[in-house]
């Protein structure tokens, strides 16, 4: 695989996990995750490190986008387990 077509699809993989965070599809997210640990790894197997500052800034810029994009879907999972929490107590008052 050319490293131009490791980044596209990378970053494909990265606009994917970015719309599964918007829509709240956290097994959705880790499933796109998966695919592209894979991705990186075979890659990874299949070259030979390089010095091309193109490629590793693109691959920065990726790494950066789903360090994000991770930071926001935990942020929401947390927004999300707080308000659980919180109907689960209004529930338990409801019905003591």
Do not use: W
Not at 3 to 14: D, G, R, T
Not at 22 to 47: C, G, H, P
Not at 68 to 87: D, H, V, W, Y
């Amino acid at each position: 695989m050319e490293k131009s077509e490791f980044i596209q699809q990378f970053q494909e993989l990265n606009t994917l996990i970015e719309i599964a965070i918007l829509s709240q599809d956290f097994d959705k997210v880790t499933r796109i995750d998966e695919s592209r640990r894979k991705l990186l790894k075979e890659f990874a197997a299949d070259n030979e490190p390089s010095e091309d500052k193109v490629f590793f800034e693109a691959l920065e810029a990726c790494a950066e986008e789903n360090a994000r994009a991770i930071s926001e879907m935990k942020g929401q999972m947390i927004a999300l387990a707080k308000n659980t929490n919180s109907r689960i107590k209004q529930l338990h008052g409801y019905m003591a």
